[in-house]
C-alpha cells in the first residue's frame, strides 16, 4: 500500500501513482474494454481516429479518480464502469478539440490526430465520443452525476473559449488564468472524483469532499503540467520543451516572469508572445527570464498549495487504502518535475 | 387552422408552417427566451458567437416539432421549453461544427461565425452549446428524453463522419446517402418529436409513430433542401444556386443524375466534384446534366415518398388541431421547392 508522503517534509520515497492503479486494476480492464466498444462504429474513421488517441498511452487518471471513489465508499453496482469511461470519452473529445483550436501538430510523442485525418475528423469524432459518454451516463440512471457530468461539459467548453479570448494578451492575471484551468483542467477531475460518491449515494459532504479533491488536484496537475512545458522532462511526456511557448500560450511561468519583469523585459514577452516571434533564440531568453523570476519555483508552490487544499479536503474521511492512494497521487502530481 | 393537403390531389392553397406556428407561439416566445439566456456567459465572446447564429432567423422547426408534440398530448409541465431549447442547441452547436467542417463562409445569408470569429470559437462555442443543452435536459429529469436525445446526438455525429468519410465520393450509392442524411438530419428531427409524447407520459405506439413522423419528415426535409440548393429559391435562404457543388458535396440529384449518365457524363462528374473544378461553367454543365436526368423532379418524388410514411405515421393518432398543423408542415417542407 502506498505510503503518504507530507509534502514539505523529509521523504526518502517518490510519491508514486501505483498504489492508485493496484486498487483500481480489475474495474479499469473492464473500462478499457468498454472504451474500445463504445469508440467502435461501422464508420470506420471512427474507431481509426478515437483509438490513435485512446492507445497512445494518457495515464488514464480520471477514470481512476471515478473508479476508486465509488469503490471507496462501497460501492458495488457496475454504474462506476461506464461513468469512469464517460470521464476519459469526454477527455478525449477536448483532447481532439483542442488540438485543433491548438493548432497542434504532436500530442504524446505522436503525430495528432488532425494531422493525419485532419480537423474535420477531430472535430466530429470528438462529437460522436461526447455522445457516447452522455448515452453511458444516461445508462447508468443517476440524474445527479447526470448533472455533474453535464455541467463540466458546458463548465470546460466555457473555459477552452475563455482561454481564446485571454490568448496572446500579455496582460492575463494570475486570476484569469486560474479562472481558464479551474474551468478547462480542474472541472473534468472534480466531476470525476465526485461522480463516484454520488452512485456509492453517500451524504452531501462526502460529495462535497470529493469534488474539492479532485478541483484542486486538477489545479495542481494543470500547474505542474505548464512547469514541464518548460522543463527537463518535457520529452517523456512526448512534448517538446517550449511547446506552449512556441504556440503563444500564456501559462503561470510566463505570467509571473512578466509581471515581475523589467519595462524591457515586459515588452520582449509582448513582442515573443502577442506578436509570436516564437523563434528559438527568443525561446532561450524565455527561458531566461523565467529563471530569473523563478518562475517555475513559484509555479510549483502554487501547485503544492492547490495540492495542501485537496489533501485537506480528504482529511475527515475515514482512513482505508483508497484515501491513501489518492492522497499519495497528489503528490504524485507535483513531484512529476523531479 | 391549417387545411392539411393531401400530397398527390389537387390543391387551391400552398401547405404553410402557420397553424403549427400559432400553436406553438406562446412557448416558442419561452424558449427564446431561455435560449437566450442559456446562451449567456460571462466569457463575452459565447453569446456574441451564439447569438450570430441563434438570431440569423432560422425557421426553428425542431423545437416547434417537440412543443407540438408535447402539448398535443396534453402535456401541462414546464419540461418541453427546455427539451426544446434543447432540441435547438443541439442543431446550432452542429451547424457551427458544420461549417468548420466543411469550410463555409456564407450560412443563411450572413458571414459563418467561422469567419467573424475563427474556426476556433466555433469549435467550442458549439460545444459550449452541445453542454447546455445536457444541462438544461437533465434538469427536466426525464431519463427516457435523455436517452432519446444523447442517441440522436452520437448519431449525428456519427452521420457527420459518415459523410466526410464518402465526400467526394462519386460511388456513393443513395443507399449511403441515405444513412448518412438519416443519421445527420433526420434523427434530430425524429428525436424533437418523440420527446414531446416522452415528457406527456404516452404510451409506447405514440412514441414510435412522432419517432416516426419525425424521422420522415427529416428525410423529406433534407431532400427538398438538396434540390433548392440547385433550384431556383436558394437565394432566399441565403444560400447561392450550387452551393452544395462548389463544396463537392454529393447529393442526391448529383447522385441520380451519376448513375443514369453516360461514360462520358460520369467522367465529367468525377472531374468536377472528385477533383474539384467546380468552376461556373462546370457548374452549368452539371445543371444541364440534372435537368436531363430529372434529378430535381426525382429527389422530390424521393421526398413526396417520406412525406407519405411520416402521415401514415400519425394517421392513427386522434384528430386535433396539432395533429393537422403538423402534417400540414410534411407538405410545407415539400412545397418550398415551388
Chains 1, 2 share one sequence.
Request: charged share 25%.
Amino acid at each position: 500500500m502506498g505510503v503518504v508522503i507530507p509534502l514539505e517534509e523529509g521523504k526518502n520515497k517518490q510519491a508514486s501513482v501505483k498504489p492508485l492503479v493496484d486498487l483500481t486494476k480489475a474495474d479499469m480492464d473492464r473500462v478499457n474494454q468498454l472504451i474500445l466498444s463504445k469508440a467502435g462504429s461501422d464508420v470506420q474513421m471512427i474507431p481509426e481516429v478515437a483509438n490513435h488517441l485512446i492507445s497512445s498511452g494518457g495515464k488514464r487518471l480520471r477514470p481512476m479518480l471515478t473508479l476508486a471513489a465509488a469503490q471507496m465508499f462501497g460501492y458495488e453496482g457496475e454504474g462506476h464502469i461506464r461513468l469512469a469511461t464517460s470521464v476519459e470519452f469526454m477527455h478525449t473529445a477536448t483532447l481532439l478539440h483542442d488540438d485543433v483550436v491548438d493548432e497542434s501538430d504532436m500530442r504524446r510523442g505522436k503525430s495528432t490526430a488532425r494531422m493525419i485525418w485532419g480537423n474535420q475528423a477531430s472535430v466530429l469524432v470528438g462529437d460522436f465520443l461526447l455522445g457516447q459518454a452522455f448515452k453511458m451516463m444516461v445508462d447508468v440512471g443517476s440524474l445527479d452525476a447526470l448533472d455533474v457530468l453535464a455541467s463540466a461539459a458546458a463548465v470546460i467548453a466555457e473555459g477552452e473559449v475563455l482561454q481564446l479570448s485571454v490568448a496572446k494578451n500579455m496582460e492575463t492575471t494570475e486570476d484569469d488564468y486560474l479562472a481558464v484551468i479551474r474551468a478547462k483542467t480542474a472541472a473534468l477531475f472534480a466531476a470525476a472524483a465526485e461522480v463516484g460518491p454520488i452512485i456509492a449515494a453517500t451524504d452531501k459532504a462526502t460529495r462535497g469532499a470529493l469534488k474539492s479533491y479532485g478541483m484542486n488536484l486538477g489545479l495542481a496537475f494543470q500547474l505542474v503540467d505548464d512547469v514541464l512545458d518548460y522543463g527537463g522532462k518535457a520529452a517523456d511526456l512526448g512534448k517538446n520543451v517550449g511547446d506552449d511557448f512556441r504556440e503563444g500560450k500564456i501559462t503561470l511561468p510566463v505570467i509571473l516572469s512578466y509581471r515581475r519583469g523589467t519595462a524591457d523585459e515586459r515588452a520582449f514577452w509582448k513582442t515573443a508572445i502577442e506578436q509570436g516571434e516564437s523563434t528559438d533564440e527568443n525561446l532561450a531568453r524565455a527561458l531566461t527570464l523565467i529563471g530569473k523570476y523563478n518562475g517555475l519555483g513559484d509555479t510549483i508552490a502554487r501547485a503544492k498549495h492547490y495540492g495542501t487544499i485537496a489533501r485537506d479536503a480528504l482529511s475527515p474521511l475515514p482512513e482505508s487504502a483508497h484515501k491513501a492512494a489518492l492522497m499519495e497521487v497528489i503528490d504524485f502530481c507535483i513531484e512529476r518535475v523531479n
